[in-house]
């Protein structure tokens, strides 16, 4: 069973940048995409970034232009990039690997936007 380790949370103050990072057990480029989804107190777990095979990446519109996903195959690592952050944006950030229907996740990491 694949393994996803994520860091890089932390508390940053609003209009801050933090970069996660999310180690993978496998080779990246066995899954069909790999991304990130978030959940806030007392909120769904919502999608984020994903990046495919293919390097095709795609974002939910809450952080496009803000937010950049991005990866390395031989570090099996894949990272989000988070500018401009958002007080409303605090939540456990959750790393995602995708093959076919099944879904893997990580055990997530804390970013807390606060000044």
């Known amino acids: 069973q694949v393994q996803l380790l994520e860091s890089g949370g932390g508390l940053v103050q609003p209009g801050g940048s933090l970069k996660l990072a999310c180690v993978v057990s496998?080779?990246?480029?066995?899954?069909?995409?790999v991304g990130w989804h978030r959940q806030a107190p007392g909120k769904e777990r919502d999608f984020v970034a994903s990046i495919n095979v293919g390097g095709k990446t795609q974002y939910t519109d809450a952080v496009k232009d803000r937010f950049t996903i991005s990866r390395d195959g031989v570090k099996k690592t894949v990272y989000l990039q988070m500018n401009n952050l958002k007080p409303e944006e605090t939540a456990v950030y959750y790393c995602t690997a995708n093959i076919l229907t099944r879904r893997s996740w990580g055990q997530g990491t804390q970013v807390t936007v606060s000044s």
């Open positions: 496998e080779n990246i480029f066995n899954f069909n995409a």
